[in-house]
């Protein structure tokens, strides 16, 4: 079985300044890992995924993400947050290679980008 | 391409009854799953569906039931609703085969009082 754990519920920060959003996991299968944003009353986006290859994955909206598989994390991080970042964050989680597996998600951590 | 669209978006019911949600796929995907968000919570997943039987299904009751549809629309049912149904419910389709292919749709916020 698979679990997400995202170490931060809240993180606040100020416009322009770096953010990093944390993401561990447990599997004892290899995964694929994925991070979600959701806007108020709306659904998920795909941020960025990770499947294989390079560790450093980049997504929309400037993010990018770090798979590590030895400390078993995928941080998500931008250098510089807008406004518009504000929105709740979800990391996830499935088997790698396994047709009709779920999501597993976290619990999702709420950034809060002020000026 | 159109993306995952649910209905209704939002629908208040009375504890006992009944509801059923509607979620129409991504043009080209032929999987679909349901996941329950609770709220301040992560999605939960319920079940997925893909060529109209059941393949996979969370730590939800019997109470919870689905239909896919051969244009792999996708219908969820809740009998006998408990206050604790209240929740915002997300339908995914994604394409077997593709690792990474989820599209969520905006989601039905269910209120049970």
């Known amino acids: 079985a698979q679990s997400v754990t995202q170490l931060d519920s809240q993180v606040p920060v100020f416009e322009e300044a770096p953010v990093e959003l944390r993401c561990n996991y447990s599997?004892?299968?290899?995964?694929?890992l994925f991070w979600y944003v959701q806007y108020p009353n709306q659904g998920l986006q795909l941020l960025l995924k990770?499947?294989?290859?390079?560790?450093l994955v980049k997504g929309i909206n400037g993010f990018e993400a770090e798979f590590n598989k030895s400390q078993t994390s995928f941080h998500l991080r931008k250098p510089s947050v807008h406004i518009s970042d504000t929105a709740e964050y979800f990391c996830?989680?499935?088997?790698?290679?396994?047709?009709?597996?779920?999501?597993?998600f976290g619990k999702g951590t709420t950034l809060s980008v002020s000026s | 391409e159109t993306g995952v669209t649910q209905s209704p978006t939002h629908l208040i019911k009375t504890r006992g009854q009944q509801v059923t949600l509607r979620c129409s796929s991504q043009?080209?995907?032929?999987?679909v799953s349901w996941y329950q968000q609770a709220l301040g919570q992560g999605p939960q997943f319920i079940f997925q569906?893909?060529?109209?039987?059941?393949?996979g299904r969370g730590n939800f009751p019997p109470r919870f039931s689905g239909l896919q549809f051969p244009n792999y629309s996708s219908e969820l049912n809740v009998n006998a609703l408990e206050l604790d149904d209240s929740a915002l419910y997300l339908c995914?389709?994604?394409?077997?085969?593709?690792?990474?292919?989820?599209?969520f749709g905006s989601g039905t916020r269910l209120t049970v009082v």
């Open positions: 995914a389709s994604s394409l077997v085969g593709q690792g990474d292919g989820y599209t």
């Open positions: 599997s004892s299968v290899s995964v694929y």
């Open positions: 990770y499947l294989s290859g390079s560790t």
């Open positions: 996830a989680v499935r088997p790698a290679n396994q047709a009709g597996t779920a999501l597993i």
């Open positions: 043009s080209g995907h032929n999987t």
């Open positions: 569906y893909y060529r109209e039987e059941e393949n």
